[in-house]
């Protein structure tokens, strides 16, 4: 089955982006990125954001565009089973080339796994216009590392929000 990633959300004061593989199956079936249940990152987000963690997702985006954050996935579409990155086959990438001509002023990618910094890194490259951080996955597949240590990882990714803040 062919599975086709959402569109990004991103808009001109956009300064972060915010990087996935694809989305889950759940996530797909939701219409909601980071949809599944078990997936830590919208606690992660609140969390570093302090901020309780709304029910809507509305809300959950409005969170990351208030605060100049774009989100989207490195694949536009793949084929596999399962919402494991490691199912993932016959892959293709997002337009990045049009989308960094959209939103130059984007200067921190933040992959979150590793698997969608491998598949950045094959289809796209890295450039020496932006900052590239590996953060560990969200995802309940990663379940050795609590979600304190995660949180902990994810800090960066907060100092940077608040460095494009100044």
């Known amino acids: 089955m062919r599975k ?38 919208w606690k992660i987000i609140f969390t570093l954001f302090d901020k309780p963690l709304p029910d809507s997702y ?3 985006n ?35 080339k049009k989308f960094f001509r959209k939103y ?4 921190h990618i933040f992959f979150t796994s590793k698997k969608a910094e491998e598949f950045y890194r094959r289809y796209v490259g890295f450039d ?8 560990p996955s969200p995802s309940p597949a990663n379940a050795r590392m609590t979600l ?4 902990e990882k994810w800090q960066v990714f907060i100092d940077a929000v608040k460095a494009h803040r100044t």
């Open 58 to 60: 509305a809300e959950k």
């Open 148 to 151: 304190a240590e995660k949180i």
């Open 104 to 107: 130059p002023q984007i200067k």
């Open 4 to 41: 086709i990633a959402f569109e990004p959300i991103a808009n001109e004061k956009s300064r972060i982006l915010i990087l996935g593989t694809m989305p889950s199956e759940e996530s797909l079936r939701k219409q909601e990125r980071y949809g599944h249940k078990s997936n830590q990152f």
């Open 62 to 96: 409005a969170l990351l565009e208030e605060n100049n954050i774009a989100i989207w996935d490195v694949l536009e579409s793949c084929e596999g089973t399962g919402s494991l990155d490691s199912s993932i086959k016959n892959e293709k990438p997002n337009d990045f």
């Open 128 to 135: 020496e216009n932006r900052i590239f951080i590996t953060l």
